[in-house]
């Protein structure tokens, strides 16, 4: 269940979207995969700030997270009372902004690759939950997931969960810290609060290296993606995750 999407506005409408001060240079992403770092806007002393994290939540308690599965979708029905999300869900709601999510549908012995988007092309967030994990050696990482739910239509076409997409009306009260679980869990009911179209677009998407906007062109127009070199992670001496930013 999306495991991938996409975000291709400029940064100066993202930023007049979502209204934090920063003025961060993104680029273009058109296949955003987990441990990858991604936009999240958080509130901070009222005011909204635009970070990046680790897509792939790590509880605080985690010792090692080589041995904790890597968690990109928190199950919306149950955040608030899991161990693992529950105080994120009271004190760590953020947003994940998006234009483009990915979704498989098996046929036959083949998976299909759907683009799902607002027919006018326009941004959403997803409603998520981080949390800073700090490593043995003192270092922090902040990291992300979004909430997911039983997917109406069309999703349910071709699967049957989605990313809870939040109605910007609830965009402010969803991160206001004084907002209650009772009420942050209400916010985000029904899970899907705008229009969507589903596009089936090239298995080019399945290879997380190619990023371009040949990726989202409908299948059957599609030309093929040009081979990408494989991004090279610096060593980790410690034998974990490497930088957020290799």
């Known amino acids: 269940m999306c495991g ?9 409408v993202m930023q007049a979207a979502f209204g934090y001060e920063e003025r961060p240079n993104f680029p273009p992403r058109y296949n955003i995969a987990p441990t990858q770092p991604v936009p999240v806007v958080t509130i901070d002393q009222g005011r909204r700030r635009f970070v990046l994290m680790r897509w792939g939540f790590i509880p605080g308690w985690v010792k090692d997270p080589k041995e904790f599965p890597l968690v990109i979708n928190v199950r919306s ?17 953020a947003l994940m902004p998006a234009d483009a999510f990915y979704e498989w549908h098996r046929e036959g012995k083949v998976k299909m690759p759907y683009m799902i988007r607002r027919p006018d ?14 490593s043995p ?8 997931a979004m909430l997911t739910a039983e997917a109406p239509a069309p999703v349910a076409a071709i699967h049957h969960r989605t990313p809870v997409i939040l109605d910007p009306a609830n965009w402010n009260e969803w991160l206001a810290p004084e907002t209650t679980p009772e009420r942050a869990a209400a916010l985000i009911e029904p899970p899907v609060q705008t229009e969507l179209e589903l596009v089936p677009i090239s298995s080019a998407v399945n290879r997380v290296a190619n990023d371009g906007p040949e990726l989202q062109e409908p299948a059957g127009q599609a030309t093929p993606a040009p081979p990408a070199e494989p991004r090279r992670r610096k060593a980790d001496p410690k034998g974990g995750q490497g930088s957020l930013f290799d």
């Open 121 to 134: 092309g326009g941004l959403f967030a997803f409603p998520a939950l981080w949390e800073t994990w700090i």
């Open 137 to 144: 050696d003192g270092s922090e990482v902040d990291t992300v």
């Open 77 to 93: 029905e149950t955040a608030r009372e899991k161990p693992s999300f529950r105080a994120a869900f009271t004190r760590r709601r």
């Open 4 to 12: 991938r999407y996409a975000i291709k506005t400029i940064p100066e």
